[in-house]
């Protein structure tokens, strides 16, 4: 397996959400956090069907542990480029002090090694102070270099 770096943290939005949504009577919230990724378990060429693990460590922005987060994506189509451009459909779980958040969501790699481009997520669920949460997400790059990383902001409804 090999690994590489990922998952540096920052969480800035609480649960607490500001208003009510129009449509469910139910909060609204803003969470948002930071990603540097520390663990990649794909094959540099993957095919069709397989799987792979990422993930790492969660951290506020002073760099205190708050939680993990890891991903668990299915390889559903790569290209015959050099590297191979790499799409899959992934669930992630981010594990935070107050709960966890539940994910799912496409994403396309220009190539494993360079993380993939920006892409929206679902918010599926939860646990504890997330336990009712739905919405959507996207997650921007935020690495440089060969560092991958990615700003996840997310827009929770909670009833």
């Known amino acids: 397996m090999q690994?590489?770096?990922w998952l540096v943290v920052a969480l800035t939005g609480a649960l607490a959400g500001a208003g009510a949504a129009a449509d469910t009577g139910g909060r609204e919230a803003t969470v948002e956090v930071l990603s540097k990724?520390?663990?990649?378990?794909?094959?540099?060429?993957?095919?069709v069907g397989s799987g792979f693990v990422s993930g790492g460590e969660l951290l506020d922005a002073q760099?205190?542990?708050?939680?993990?987060?890891?991903?668990?994506?299915?390889?559903?189509?790569?290209?015959?480029?050099v590297p191979p451009a790499v799409t899959t459909h992934c669930t992630s779980?981010?594990?935070?002090?107050?709960?966890e958040l539940h994910?799912?969501?496409?994403?396309?790699?220009?190539?494993?090694?360079?993380?993939?481009?920006d892409?929206?997520?679902a918010v599926t669920g939860g646990t504890g102070a997330y336990a009712n949460a739905r919405g959507e997400g996207r997650a921007v790059r935020a690495g440089s270099g060969a560092e991958v990383?990615?700003?996840f902001t997310f827009t929770l409804v909670t009833d």
């Open 93 to 99: 779980v981010f594990r935070l002090g107050d709960g």
């Open 149 to 151: 990383g990615y700003r």
């Open 63 to 81: 760099g205190a542990r708050v939680g993990d987060g890891f991903s668990h994506c299915g390889v559903v189509a790569v290209s015959v480029a």
């Open 103 to 117: 994910l799912s969501g496409r994403r396309h790699y220009r190539s494993i090694a360079a993380g993939f481009d």
């Open 37 to 47: 990724r520390t663990l990649m378990s794909a094959a540099a060429s993957p095919v």
């Open 119 to 121: 892409t929206a997520v």
């Open 3 to 5: 690994v590489q770096p």
